[in-house]
């Protein structure tokens, strides 16, 4: 009887070990299966990446901050170029403050009651800036030559500019 007992142990530690096995492989292929699928997902994401990053490299091609040209133009006068894109920023913003009716660098009329405001600002290289003004019911864009002074003061030109047409 006890013969039996162990054979019958036996057998079922033979077919529990048999059923981790197959249980264990099973486990380990469906991993596998998802693994293969995670790395061809990373290959999707760093050719994304590598798309984003050429974007980023095309769009910021017309930059300041990335024009080694103008960077040299402003640090053989002495400017850290750091410091001096935001004086150059906040000097155009700060005519938008100005008390006059019309804006001194926007050549359009604003709506009644409004005044136009430059919204945003990327400065092109040593020479030029082109930014956008709206008073909330017109918008538009400008082109403008600006000079920095010696006292860090700094001077807009219009070169161009335009309005969007109401739709």
Same mark, same amino acid.
């Given at each position: 009887m006890k013969k039996k007992i162990f054979m019958y142990l036996?057998?079922?530690?033979?077919? &529990?070990?048999?059923?981790?096995?197959?249980?264990?492989? @099973?486990?380990?292929?469906?991993?596998? @299966?998802?693994?293969?699928?995670?790395?061809?997902?990373? #290959?999707? /994401?760093?050719?994304?990446?590598?798309? &984003?990053?050429?974007?980023?490299?095309?769009?910021?091609?017309?930059?300041? #901050?990335?024009? #080694?040209?103008?960077?040299?133009?402003?640090?053989?006068?002495? /400017? !850290?170029?750091?410091?001096?894109?935001?004086?150059?920023?906040?000097? &155009?913003?700060?005519? !938008?403050?100005v008390k006059e009716e019309e804006h001194p660098v926007v050549p359009y009329a604003s709506s009644e009651g409004r005044k136009m405001l430059i919204n945003t600002v990327k400065l092109l290289n040593h020479k030029w800036i082109i930014a956008d003004f709206s008073d909330g019911e017109f918008w538009g864009e400008v082109l403008l030559r600006y000079y920095v002074n010696e006292d860090k003061t700094v001077d807009f030109e219009l070169s161009e500019s335009f309005l969007y047409p109401l739709q």
């Amino acid at each position: 009887m006890k013969k039996k007992i162990f054979m019958y142990l036996f057998v079922f530690s033979i077919l &529990l070990v048999l059923f981790q096995y197959v249980n264990a492989k @099973r486990v380990f292929e469906d991993m596998d @299966r998802k693994l293969e699928g995670y790395k061809n997902l990373s #290959e999707k /994401y760093k050719d994304s990446v590598l798309v &984003l990053q050429n974007d980023i490299a095309d769009l910021s091609h017309f930059s300041l #901050e990335n024009n #080694e040209d103008a960077i040299s133009y402003f640090e053989s006068d002495g /400017y !850290n170029i750091s410091q001096l894109i935001p004086i150059i920023k906040d000097a &155009l913003y700060e005519l !938008n403050t100005v008390k006059e009716e019309e804006h001194p660098v926007v050549p359009y009329a604003s709506s009644e009651g409004r005044k136009m405001l430059i919204n945003t600002v990327k400065l092109l290289n040593h020479k030029w800036i082109i930014a956008d003004f709206s008073d909330g019911e017109f918008w538009g864009e400008v082109l403008l030559r600006y000079y920095v002074n010696e006292d860090k003061t700094v001077d807009f030109e219009l070169s161009e500019s335009f309005l969007y047409p109401l739709q």
